[in-house]
Nanobody
């Protein structure tokens, strides 16, 4: 079984920066993609950034130019660097990984979420 653990959520002031981490562990052969989603009260969960391959990186329009997703294959980890944070970025951020293993094929896994609060 695969486990995802997120960290890095915190309280920051508008204009500040934060770096989220997501580490995958367990029965991993290939990580097909990793992505960050977020959800705030009263809103549906939305895709923030996804790294499916070196030639398939997607950002939501609302974070384009401010957020950067990176993958570290040696650590089975993904990171989300968030700059110029705005109050509207406040949400619980979730990591999702699509992982292939011989026993399961390709399966989506979700982390537990980490809270990001942008407030003065």
């Amino acid at each position: 079984q695969v486990q995802l653990v997120e960290s890095g959520g915190d309280l920051v002031q508008p204009g500040g920066s934060l770096r989220l981490s997501c580490s995958a562990s367990g029965n991993i052969f290939i990580i097909n993609s990793m992505a960050w989603y977020r959800q705030s009260p009263g809103k549906q969960r939305e895709l923030v950034a996804r790294h499916s391959s070196t030639r398939d990186i997607h950002y939501a329009d609302s974070v384009e130019g401010r957020f950067t997703i990176t993958l570290d294959s040696a650590k089975n980890a993904a990171y989300l660097q968030m700059n110029s944070l705005d109050v509207d970025d406040s949400a619980v951020y979730y990591c999702k990984a699509n992982i292939y293993a011989r026993a399961t094929g390709s399966v989506d896994y979700w982390g537990q979420g980490t809270q990001v609060t942008v407030s003065s």
